[in-house]
Protein backbone atom coordinates (compact mmCIF):
# COMPACT_ATOMS: atom_id res chain seq x y z
CA UNK A 1 0.00 0.00 0.00
CA UNK A 2 1.31 3.40 -1.20
CA UNK A 3 -0.42 5.95 0.28
CA UNK A 4 -4.12 6.73 2.34
CA UNK A 5 -6.24 9.44 2.30
CA UNK A 6 -8.47 10.54 5.39
CA UNK A 7 -10.78 12.68 6.28
CA UNK A 8 -11.42 13.02 9.91
CA UNK A 9 -14.24 14.77 12.11
CA UNK A 10 -15.49 13.98 15.45
CA UNK A 11 -18.06 11.50 13.65
CA UNK A 12 -16.90 8.22 11.42
CA UNK A 13 -15.05 8.90 8.97
CA UNK A 14 -13.73 7.22 5.72
CA UNK A 15 -9.58 6.22 4.89
CA UNK A 16 -8.48 5.22 1.27
CA UNK A 17 -4.97 3.17 1.19
CA UNK A 18 -4.10 3.17 -2.59
CA UNK A 19 -1.62 0.37 -4.07
CA UNK A 20 1.54 1.39 -6.21
CA UNK A 21 -0.57 1.15 -9.36
CA UNK A 22 -2.31 3.69 -8.79
CA UNK A 23 0.49 6.41 -8.47
CA UNK A 24 2.55 7.72 -11.48
CA UNK A 25 5.65 9.89 -10.82
CA UNK A 26 3.70 12.38 -13.80
CA UNK A 27 0.57 13.15 -11.90
CA UNK A 28 0.63 14.72 -8.30
CA UNK A 29 -1.65 13.21 -6.75
CA UNK A 30 -2.92 9.40 -6.39
CA UNK A 31 -5.33 8.40 -8.95
CA UNK A 32 -8.48 5.52 -7.98
CA UNK A 33 -8.42 2.43 -8.86
CA UNK A 34 -11.45 0.32 -7.33
CA UNK A 35 -9.45 -2.75 -7.74
CA UNK A 36 -6.33 -1.20 -6.27
CA UNK A 37 -7.54 0.36 -2.96
CA UNK A 38 -8.44 -0.45 0.48
CA UNK A 39 -11.38 1.05 2.05
CA UNK A 40 -11.55 1.02 5.95
CA UNK A 41 -14.30 2.90 8.26
CA UNK A 42 -12.80 4.63 11.12
CA UNK A 43 -14.29 5.75 14.61
CA UNK A 44 -13.18 7.69 17.30
CA UNK A 45 -12.70 5.14 19.83
CA UNK A 46 -10.21 3.95 17.15
CA UNK A 47 -11.36 1.27 15.39
CA UNK A 48 -10.31 0.89 12.02
CA UNK A 49 -12.58 -1.84 9.92
CA UNK A 50 -11.32 -2.96 6.18
CA UNK A 51 -14.96 -3.43 3.80
CA UNK A 52 -15.15 -4.72 0.31
CA UNK A 53 -16.18 -2.18 -2.45
CA UNK A 54 -19.84 -3.39 -2.61
CA UNK A 55 -19.84 -1.37 1.00
CA UNK A 56 -18.42 1.95 -0.95
CA UNK A 57 -20.49 4.81 -2.33
CA UNK A 58 -19.77 7.25 -4.42
CA UNK A 59 -21.31 11.20 -5.28
CA UNK A 60 -19.40 13.72 -7.55
CA UNK A 61 -17.41 16.57 -6.11
CA UNK A 62 -20.14 19.43 -5.72
CA UNK A 63 -23.01 16.93 -5.92
CA UNK A 64 -26.11 17.14 -3.64
CA UNK A 65 -25.71 16.04 -0.33
CA UNK A 66 -27.48 12.79 -0.66
CA UNK A 67 -26.72 12.70 -4.46
CA UNK A 68 -24.89 8.75 -4.01
CA UNK A 69 -24.70 6.30 -6.36
CA UNK A 70 -22.99 2.74 -6.61
CA UNK A 71 -20.43 3.40 -9.30
CA UNK A 72 -17.84 6.10 -9.41
CA UNK A 73 -18.06 8.43 -12.05
CA UNK A 74 -15.30 10.36 -13.49
CA UNK A 75 -13.43 13.30 -12.37
CA UNK A 76 -13.42 14.42 -8.58
CA UNK A 77 -15.26 12.69 -6.36
CA UNK A 78 -15.79 11.44 -2.86
CA UNK A 79 -16.54 8.00 -1.70
CA UNK A 80 -17.84 6.84 1.75
CA UNK A 81 -18.15 3.37 3.77
CA UNK A 82 -21.65 2.63 4.98
CA UNK A 83 -22.04 2.47 8.30
CA UNK A 84 -23.74 1.27 10.55
CA UNK A 85 -27.69 1.95 10.19
CA UNK A 86 -28.05 6.23 10.32
CA UNK A 87 -24.41 6.58 11.23
CA UNK A 88 -22.81 9.52 9.41
CA UNK A 89 -19.64 8.79 7.68
CA UNK A 90 -17.50 11.46 6.28
CA UNK A 91 -16.44 10.63 3.15
CA UNK A 92 -12.73 10.83 1.49
CA UNK A 93 -11.23 12.54 -1.78
CA UNK A 94 -9.68 10.91 -4.97
CA UNK A 95 -9.27 11.42 -8.56
CA UNK A 96 -11.18 8.76 -10.97
CA UNK A 97 -10.02 8.48 -15.00
CA UNK A 98 -12.03 5.51 -15.95
CA UNK A 99 -8.12 3.79 -16.30
CA UNK A 100 -4.56 3.54 -14.70
CA UNK A 101 -2.71 5.97 -14.60
CA UNK A 102 0.19 4.30 -16.17
CA UNK A 103 -2.20 3.44 -19.32
CA UNK A 104 -3.46 7.14 -18.94
CA UNK A 105 0.03 8.92 -19.61
CA UNK A 106 3.59 7.84 -21.39
CA UNK A 107 6.42 9.92 -21.48
CA UNK A 108 7.59 10.02 -25.27
CA UNK A 109 10.50 12.07 -24.74
CA UNK A 110 12.53 13.75 -22.17
CA UNK A 111 15.36 15.61 -22.40
CA UNK A 112 17.25 18.26 -20.19
CA UNK A 113 14.82 21.11 -21.56
CA UNK A 114 11.35 19.24 -22.77
CA UNK A 115 9.65 16.76 -21.92
CA UNK A 116 6.77 15.31 -24.03
CA UNK A 117 3.93 13.55 -22.91
CA UNK A 118 1.33 11.24 -24.58
CA UNK A 119 -2.03 10.14 -23.28
CA UNK A 120 -4.69 7.50 -23.88
CA UNK A 121 -8.14 8.70 -22.69
CA UNK A 122 -11.14 7.57 -24.55
CA UNK A 123 -13.47 9.51 -22.51
CA UNK A 124 -13.36 12.88 -23.33
CA UNK A 125 -10.46 15.40 -24.57
CA UNK A 126 -7.40 16.24 -22.80
CA UNK A 127 -5.98 20.54 -22.54
CA UNK A 128 -2.75 21.46 -20.97
CA UNK A 129 -1.57 25.20 -20.67
CA UNK A 130 1.29 26.42 -22.59
CA UNK A 131 1.68 22.41 -24.37
CA UNK A 132 2.41 22.84 -28.14
CA UNK A 133 0.53 19.33 -29.56
CA UNK A 134 2.28 17.56 -32.33
CA UNK A 135 2.81 14.51 -33.70
CA UNK A 136 5.18 13.18 -31.22
CA UNK A 137 2.54 14.20 -27.98
CA UNK A 138 1.93 17.01 -26.13
CA UNK A 139 5.48 19.03 -25.88
CA UNK A 140 6.07 21.12 -22.71
CA UNK A 141 8.87 23.59 -21.91
CA UNK A 142 10.36 21.85 -18.42
CA UNK A 143 10.65 25.92 -17.29
CA UNK A 144 7.03 26.29 -17.22
CA UNK A 145 6.64 24.12 -14.91
CA UNK A 146 6.30 25.91 -11.17
CA UNK A 147 6.42 23.87 -8.10
CA UNK A 148 3.21 22.44 -8.03
CA UNK A 149 3.30 21.15 -11.64
CA UNK A 150 1.48 22.00 -14.78
CA UNK A 151 -2.82 22.21 -14.89
CA UNK A 152 -4.28 19.03 -17.04
CA UNK A 153 -7.53 19.87 -17.67
CA UNK A 154 -9.86 16.75 -18.61
CA UNK A 155 -13.67 17.13 -20.43
CA UNK A 156 -15.41 14.12 -20.28
CA UNK A 157 -18.08 14.01 -22.97
CA UNK A 158 -20.41 12.89 -19.81
CA UNK A 159 -19.66 14.43 -16.78
CA UNK A 160 -18.22 17.68 -15.35
CA UNK A 161 -14.35 19.48 -16.28
CA UNK A 162 -11.87 19.08 -14.00
CA UNK A 163 -8.19 19.20 -13.58
CA UNK A 164 -5.32 17.26 -12.15
CA UNK A 165 -1.61 18.21 -11.66
CA UNK A 166 1.36 17.18 -14.40
CA UNK A 167 4.56 17.06 -12.44
CA UNK A 168 8.20 16.40 -13.65
CA UNK A 169 9.24 13.50 -12.07
CA UNK A 170 12.86 12.66 -10.49
CA UNK A 171 14.46 9.70 -13.04
CA UNK A 172 16.21 7.20 -10.91
CA UNK A 173 16.49 5.80 -8.15
CA UNK A 174 15.48 8.45 -5.15
CA UNK A 175 14.96 7.68 -0.79
CA UNK A 176 12.40 9.87 0.95
CA UNK A 177 12.10 10.89 4.63
CA UNK A 178 8.66 11.10 6.39
CA UNK A 179 8.75 14.65 4.90
CA UNK A 180 9.15 13.78 1.53
CA UNK A 181 12.38 15.38 0.89
CA UNK A 182 15.19 13.34 -1.19
CA UNK A 183 18.21 11.58 0.57
CA UNK A 184 21.25 11.07 -1.04
CA UNK A 185 24.96 9.04 0.36
CA UNK A 186 24.95 8.20 3.76
CA UNK A 187 21.67 7.76 5.87
CA UNK A 188 21.05 6.40 9.40
CA UNK A 189 17.77 5.51 10.47
CA UNK A 190 16.34 4.17 13.58
CA UNK A 191 14.40 0.95 13.53
CA UNK A 192 11.59 2.75 15.01
CA UNK A 193 11.62 5.46 12.06
CA UNK A 194 12.43 3.11 9.11
CA UNK A 195 8.37 3.18 8.25
CA UNK A 196 8.58 7.10 7.64
CA UNK A 197 11.40 5.79 4.93
CA UNK A 198 10.34 5.32 0.72
CA UNK A 199 12.01 4.06 -2.19
CA UNK A 200 11.15 5.41 -5.52
CA UNK A 201 12.36 4.55 -9.18
CA UNK A 202 11.51 6.01 -12.22
CA UNK A 203 13.51 4.78 -15.01
CA UNK A 204 13.73 5.90 -18.86
CA UNK A 205 15.40 4.66 -21.99
CA UNK A 206 18.82 5.33 -20.63
CA UNK A 207 18.09 4.71 -16.95
CA UNK A 208 15.98 1.40 -16.24
CA UNK A 209 17.92 -0.16 -13.48
CA UNK A 210 19.88 -0.21 -10.13
CA UNK A 211 21.85 -1.96 -7.81
CA UNK A 212 21.25 -3.45 -4.61
CA UNK A 213 24.21 -4.81 -2.02
CA UNK A 214 22.89 -6.06 1.21
CA UNK A 215 24.32 -6.85 4.50
CA UNK A 216 27.94 -5.63 3.70
CA UNK A 217 28.12 -7.68 0.00
CA UNK A 218 26.87 -10.79 1.50
CA UNK A 219 23.79 -10.08 -1.61
CA UNK A 220 23.93 -8.34 -4.76
CA UNK A 221 21.06 -7.89 -6.76
CA UNK A 222 20.23 -5.95 -9.65
CA UNK A 223 16.62 -4.34 -9.67
CA UNK A 224 15.37 -3.84 -13.57
CA UNK A 225 12.13 -2.17 -13.87
CA UNK A 226 9.36 -3.43 -16.25
CA UNK A 227 6.61 -2.05 -18.38
CA UNK A 228 4.33 -2.85 -15.59
CA UNK A 229 6.17 -0.35 -13.83
CA UNK A 230 7.51 -3.44 -11.65
CA UNK A 231 10.98 -3.95 -10.47
CA UNK A 232 12.33 -7.67 -11.01
CA UNK A 233 14.95 -8.15 -8.72
CA UNK A 234 17.94 -10.51 -9.99
CA UNK A 235 20.33 -12.29 -8.32
CA UNK A 236 23.60 -11.14 -9.60
CA UNK A 237 26.08 -14.11 -8.39
CA UNK A 238 23.72 -16.55 -9.51
CA UNK A 239 23.51 -15.50 -13.69
CA UNK A 240 20.82 -13.15 -13.29
CA UNK A 241 18.49 -15.59 -11.78
CA UNK A 242 14.90 -13.92 -11.08
CA UNK A 243 14.73 -13.47 -7.57
CA UNK A 244 11.01 -11.77 -7.19
CA UNK A 245 9.35 -8.99 -7.85
CA UNK A 246 8.51 -5.45 -6.24
CA UNK A 247 6.64 -2.25 -7.12
CA UNK A 248 8.87 0.38 -8.30
CA UNK A 249 7.65 2.96 -5.54
CA UNK A 250 7.45 1.66 -1.72
CA UNK A 251 8.35 1.29 2.13
CA UNK A 252 12.12 1.50 2.20
CA UNK A 253 11.89 -1.79 4.32
CA UNK A 254 10.99 -3.53 1.13
CA UNK A 255 14.28 -2.95 -0.04
CA UNK A 256 16.19 -3.77 2.60
CA UNK A 257 14.53 -7.16 2.44
CA UNK A 258 15.49 -7.75 6.10
CA UNK A 259 19.19 -6.72 5.95
CA UNK A 260 21.05 -4.33 8.39
CA UNK A 261 22.66 -2.06 5.80
CA UNK A 262 22.76 -1.81 2.22
CA UNK A 263 24.81 0.09 -0.62
CA UNK A 264 22.59 1.11 -3.28
CA UNK A 265 23.98 2.45 -6.88
CA UNK A 266 21.75 3.84 -9.64
CA UNK A 267 24.55 5.98 -12.57
CA UNK A 268 26.75 7.76 -10.81
CA UNK A 269 24.65 8.32 -7.12
CA UNK A 270 25.48 6.50 -4.44
CA UNK A 271 22.78 5.59 -0.82
CA UNK A 272 24.86 4.03 2.16
CA UNK A 273 21.85 2.95 4.31
CA UNK A 274 22.86 1.80 7.68
CA UNK A 275 19.85 0.74 10.24
CA UNK A 276 21.08 2.54 13.92
CA UNK A 277 19.79 3.96 17.00
CA UNK A 278 17.38 1.35 18.47
CA UNK A 279 19.73 -1.18 18.21
CA UNK A 280 20.51 -3.01 22.03
CA UNK A 281 22.83 -2.08 24.08
CA UNK A 282 25.47 -4.76 24.78
CA UNK A 283 24.71 -6.51 21.74
CA UNK A 284 28.44 -6.71 20.59
CA UNK A 285 29.95 -8.60 23.54
CA UNK A 286 27.13 -11.33 23.32
CA UNK A 287 28.81 -15.14 22.70
CA UNK A 288 26.11 -16.61 19.87
CA UNK A 289 24.94 -19.35 21.67
CA UNK A 290 21.26 -20.29 22.63
CA UNK A 291 22.02 -19.21 26.47
CA UNK A 292 23.70 -16.29 25.85
CA UNK A 293 21.20 -15.15 23.56
CA UNK A 294 18.46 -16.34 26.18
CA UNK A 295 20.32 -14.69 29.19
CA UNK A 296 20.72 -11.90 27.07
CA UNK A 297 17.15 -11.03 25.87
CA UNK A 298 16.53 -11.68 29.58
CA UNK A 299 18.47 -8.49 30.84
CA UNK A 300 16.47 -6.39 28.35
CA UNK A 301 13.09 -7.90 29.17
CA UNK A 302 13.58 -7.58 32.94
CA UNK A 303 14.92 -3.88 32.31
CA UNK A 304 12.60 -2.44 30.08
CA UNK A 305 8.81 -1.50 30.58
CA UNK A 306 6.19 -4.35 30.43
CA UNK A 307 3.97 -2.70 28.24
CA UNK A 308 6.73 -1.96 25.51
CA UNK A 309 7.18 -5.78 25.23
CA UNK A 310 6.81 -5.59 21.12
CA UNK A 311 9.49 -2.72 21.21
CA UNK A 312 11.66 -4.96 22.54
CA UNK A 313 10.71 -7.75 20.36
CA UNK A 314 11.43 -5.30 17.30
CA UNK A 315 14.68 -4.73 18.69
CA UNK A 316 15.80 -7.98 19.18
CA UNK A 317 14.54 -9.05 16.04
CA UNK A 318 17.06 -6.84 14.78
CA UNK A 319 20.25 -8.40 15.88
CA UNK A 320 19.00 -11.18 13.64
CA UNK A 321 20.87 -10.28 10.20
CA UNK A 322 23.31 -8.36 12.27
CA UNK A 323 24.73 -11.05 13.86
CA UNK A 324 23.87 -13.70 11.12
CA UNK A 325 21.74 -16.00 13.84
CA UNK A 326 17.61 -16.49 14.39
CA UNK A 327 15.65 -16.61 17.59
CA UNK A 328 14.28 -19.54 16.42
CA UNK A 329 17.27 -21.77 16.49
CA UNK A 330 16.96 -21.21 20.46
CA UNK A 331 15.03 -24.05 22.37
CA UNK A 332 13.05 -23.70 25.39
CA UNK A 333 15.73 -25.26 27.41
CA UNK A 334 17.94 -22.63 26.62
CA UNK A 335 15.97 -19.76 28.43
CA UNK A 336 14.99 -22.32 31.28
CA UNK A 337 15.47 -20.56 35.44
CA UNK A 338 18.31 -22.81 35.26
CA UNK A 339 20.46 -20.64 32.91
CA UNK A 340 19.63 -17.53 34.95
CA UNK A 341 21.63 -17.65 37.55
CA UNK A 342 22.90 -13.76 38.72
CA UNK A 343 19.63 -12.26 36.93
CA UNK A 344 17.07 -13.10 38.69
CA UNK A 345 16.94 -12.99 42.75
CA UNK A 346 16.39 -16.50 44.23
CA UNK A 347 18.00 -16.24 47.39
CA UNK A 348 15.69 -17.16 50.08
CA UNK A 349 12.88 -17.66 48.18
CA UNK A 350 11.56 -20.47 50.47
CA UNK A 351 11.09 -18.04 53.27
CA UNK A 352 9.18 -15.30 51.01
CA UNK A 353 6.03 -16.75 49.42
CA UNK A 354 5.52 -12.83 48.37
CA UNK A 355 9.33 -12.97 46.34
CA UNK A 356 9.07 -16.20 45.47
CA UNK A 357 5.29 -15.19 43.75
CA UNK A 358 7.02 -11.97 42.28
CA UNK A 359 9.79 -14.31 40.71
CA UNK A 360 7.82 -16.93 39.53
CA UNK A 361 5.21 -14.31 37.15
CA UNK A 362 8.60 -12.15 36.24
CA UNK A 363 9.72 -15.90 34.65
CA UNK A 364 6.03 -16.53 33.13
CA UNK A 365 6.04 -13.66 31.33
CA UNK A 366 10.10 -14.02 29.88
CA UNK A 367 9.08 -17.51 29.55
CA UNK A 368 5.74 -16.11 27.26
CA UNK A 369 7.89 -13.48 25.95
CA UNK A 370 10.96 -15.42 24.34
CA UNK A 371 7.91 -18.10 23.03
CA UNK A 372 6.35 -15.14 20.72
CA UNK A 373 9.53 -14.15 19.79
CA UNK A 374 11.07 -16.96 18.01
CA UNK A 375 7.83 -17.91 16.86
CA UNK A 376 7.76 -14.13 14.90
CA UNK A 377 11.45 -15.66 14.45
CA UNK A 378 10.27 -18.36 13.02
CA UNK A 379 7.33 -16.64 10.22
CA UNK A 380 9.33 -13.71 9.50
CA UNK A 381 10.80 -13.86 5.47
CA UNK A 382 12.02 -11.37 3.14
CA UNK A 383 9.45 -9.66 0.96
CA UNK A 384 11.58 -10.83 -1.89
CA UNK A 385 10.41 -14.47 -2.04
CA UNK A 386 11.62 -16.74 -4.60
CA UNK A 387 9.48 -18.76 -6.87
CA UNK A 388 8.59 -22.64 -7.54
CA UNK A 389 11.22 -22.48 -10.16
CA UNK A 390 14.00 -20.90 -8.17
CA UNK A 391 13.18 -23.44 -5.54
CA UNK A 392 13.58 -26.47 -7.57
CA UNK A 393 17.09 -24.94 -9.00
CA UNK A 394 17.81 -24.39 -5.31
CA UNK A 395 16.52 -27.60 -3.90
CA UNK A 396 19.91 -29.78 -2.71
CA UNK A 397 21.12 -26.08 -0.83
CA UNK A 398 17.81 -25.99 0.63
CA UNK A 399 17.66 -29.28 2.10
CA UNK A 400 21.19 -29.10 3.16
CA UNK A 401 20.04 -25.86 5.41
CA UNK A 402 17.05 -27.39 6.49
CA UNK A 403 19.41 -30.76 7.68
CA UNK A 404 21.71 -28.43 9.52
CA UNK A 405 18.75 -27.25 11.60
CA UNK A 406 17.54 -30.72 11.93
CA UNK A 407 20.61 -31.77 13.57
CA UNK A 408 20.25 -28.65 15.51
CA UNK A 409 17.30 -29.62 17.19
CA UNK A 410 18.41 -33.32 17.06
CA UNK A 411 21.47 -32.25 19.33
CA UNK A 412 23.87 -34.19 16.45
CA UNK A 413 25.15 -30.50 15.43
CA UNK A 414 25.20 -26.68 16.87
CA UNK A 415 24.50 -24.21 14.51
CA UNK A 416 26.10 -21.96 16.63
CA UNK A 417 29.39 -23.81 15.76
CA UNK A 418 28.89 -22.66 11.91
CA UNK A 419 30.76 -19.92 10.81
CA UNK A 420 29.09 -16.95 9.89
CA UNK A 421 28.77 -17.87 5.96
CA UNK A 422 27.02 -20.91 6.72
CA UNK A 423 24.48 -19.39 9.37
CA UNK A 424 23.89 -16.36 6.49
CA UNK A 425 23.29 -19.43 3.72
CA UNK A 426 20.59 -20.47 6.23
CA UNK A 427 19.57 -17.20 7.12
CA UNK A 428 19.37 -16.57 3.13
CA UNK A 429 17.09 -20.04 2.36
CA UNK A 430 15.30 -19.50 5.57
CA UNK A 431 14.21 -16.27 4.39
CA UNK A 432 13.95 -16.17 0.26
CA UNK A 433 12.16 -19.50 0.35
CA UNK A 434 10.39 -19.75 3.53
CA UNK A 435 7.36 -22.25 2.76
CA UNK A 436 9.49 -24.99 0.87
CA UNK A 437 11.86 -24.84 3.64
CA UNK A 438 9.65 -24.70 6.61
CA UNK A 439 7.42 -27.32 4.83
CA UNK A 440 10.91 -29.25 4.72
CA UNK A 441 11.91 -28.91 8.45
CA UNK A 442 8.35 -29.32 9.56
CA UNK A 443 8.40 -32.94 7.69
Known sequence: MATKNTISTSSAWTELEFSARCMSPY????????????????????????HRLTFVVFRAEGAAEDDWEDDPMLGRLQMAVLGDDDEEVQPADAVYLGVSPDRFVKVVRNDDNEIVFDFTWHYGNVEIDRAERTDEGYVLRKDDFGEDGIACR??????????????????GFAVTDADGQHLMGDINITHNDLASYRYAFVGDNNNDRFQISLADG?????????????????????????????????????????????????????????????????????????????????????????????????????????????????????????????LIDMENLDDDPEKMMRQALLFNRYETFMKRLTAFSYISQNPIQGDQLQARNNKRKIARCVRRIQAHRSGEESVWTLDEEA????????????????????E
Open 218 to 342: KLNYMCVLGDDLRLSIRDMRDRMSLVGEIDAEGPLSDILMGAHSALIKNKSSRWRVQLTGEEVEGADEVELNGVALARFAFSVFNNADAADEDAIAQRLMAMEQKYAFQWFWLSEDDWSHEHLEG
Open 423 to 442: RNEIIHFFSTFHREFTAALE
Open 154 to 171: LIPRKGNPFTIRLTIPYV
Open 27 to 50: ISTPIYIPEETSYFLCRPDGTREQ
